[in-house]
């Protein structure tokens, strides 16, 4: 990270010494870029795409000078409020909520695809989860070798799931003791951790101005 934004910022000072604003659009990068130029002192602003994309749409020819051009006139008119980028430590915990999504998603991909795949033959499981589930699976499966090892295989890969989505739940446990916000507000009646900590990150700096609506950012 540091090397990348290094270059970019020796760059910008050696082509543009006495620049008093940068601009960027979003996009997958932004966060990362954003974070490692503010680091380095870069004064730089991120705008949204479509914003961009509106002015960008004037120009002839589409290339990289010519985007980089539009960009720094839509700067220069300060016709433009500036996204607000998350703290890199809320992008963190949403990394964690995000991979967690993943495996509740893939375990239930998993639970289905094996009762689906029982019922082929003619095994139909009730309801269950868990253990409950995994000693009926094992219990009912046919003996047939080829129809053992399909199930074995997912059964595996949905324990595997289920194991990995605990230590992030362990994990995101121990970040929401150490948040004051996140404390407040699994006082309420059916908030958790879960949820608690995806609402904060989401917000992360409640002081933060919020976007404007598409049709308000260009007014004047």
């Known amino acids: 990270m540091l090397l990348g934004t290094k270059c970019i910022?020796?760059?910008?000072?050696?082509?543009?010494?006495?620049?008093v604003r940068v601009g960027m659009e979003t996009g997958p990068l932004a966060i990362w870029l954003w974070h490692g130029?503010?680091?380095?002192?870069?004064p730089i602003d991120c705008i949204h795409a479509p914003d961009v994309a509106a002015?960008?749409?004037l120009q002839v020819n589409k290339t990289?000078?010519?985007?980089?051009?539009?960009?720094?006139?839509?700067?220069r008119s300060g016709w433009y409020r500036p996204v607000a980028i998350k703290s890199l430590q809320s992008c963190r915990i949403r990394a964690l909520l995000s991979a967690r999504g993943e495996l509740?998603?893939?375990?239930?991909?998993?639970?289905?695809?094996?009762?689906?795949?029982l019922k082929t033959f003619g095994v139909v499981l009730a309801a269950g989860k868990?253990?409950?589930?995994e000693r009926a699976v094992l219990t009912r499966c046919p003996a047939d070798p080829l129809i053992r090892s399909a199930i074995d295989a997912l059964l595996e890969a949905w324990r595997v799931a289920g194991e990995r989505r605990?230590?992030?739940?362990?994990?995101?446990?121990?970040?929401?003791?150490?948040?004051?916000?996140?404390?407040?507000m699994i006082t309420i009646p059916g908030v958790g951790?879960?949820?608690?900590?995806?609402?904060?990150?989401?917000?992360?700096?409640?002081?933060?101005?919020?976007?404007?609506p598409m049709s308000d950012r260009f007014s004047a």
Do not use: K, W
């Not at 990289?64 to 700067?75: K, S």
């Open 166 to 184: 605990q230590r992030l739940d362990s994990q995101l446990l121990r970040l929401t003791r150490s948040h004051e916000a996140c404390q407040c």
């Open 64 to 75: 990289d000078v010519n985007d980089a051009f539009g960009i720094a006139q839509v700067v």
């Open 130 to 133: 868990g253990g409950t589930f």
């Open 104 to 117: 509740v998603a893939i375990r239930t991909t998993l639970y289905n695809q094996i009762r689906g795949l």
């Open 193 to 212: 951790a879960i949820t608690a900590l995806t609402f904060t990150t989401a917000i992360d700096d409640p002081n933060a101005s919020p976007d404007p």
């Open 55 to 57: 002015a960008l749409s």
């Open 37 to 42: 130029l503010r680091a380095l002192d870069v």
């Open 9 to 19: 910022a020796m760059a910008l000072r050696e082509h543009a010494p006495d620049a």
